[in-house]
């Protein structure tokens, strides 16, 4: 589901893909919105000028990632969000593993 933006107009060739028309004031029709994306994507933004303030470029991938997990696990429990980050982190993890250096 997208707006009418003009770079959207080939999503259809591989996904199923509706849009609704903000340009002239269609913002729901049926069960096609844009709602949820644009909720998430103003989260990330008051996330990033309200916690991180300046993320580096460098990291800016790690930064959206955590909030990826964030936002998707928005509905659990603490405790099941713990558990499912204990279930992937199976390994050690070191900081030059992360950066690379």
């Known amino acids: 589901m997208s707006d009418e933006w003009w770079a959207y107009t080939k999503l259809d060739k ?9 340009k002239r004031k269609e913002y729901v029709r049926g069960d096609v919105y844009t709602n949820t994306i ?7 933004k008051r996330s990033m000028m309200g916690t991180y303030h300046r993320p580096s ?23 099941a969000k713990f558990n499912q980050i204990i279930d992937k982190n199976l390994i050690r993890v070191g900081y030059t593993d992360i950066v690379g250096t």
């Open 14 to 22: 591989d996904y199923k893909h509706s849009v609704v028309k903000h």
């Open 57 to 79: 470029k460098e990291h800016l991938s790690k930064y959206c990632a955590e909030f990826e997990f964030t936002y998707n696990t928005r509905k659990k429990t603490p405790m």
């Open 38 to 44: 644009e909720g998430a994507w103003s989260h990330l």
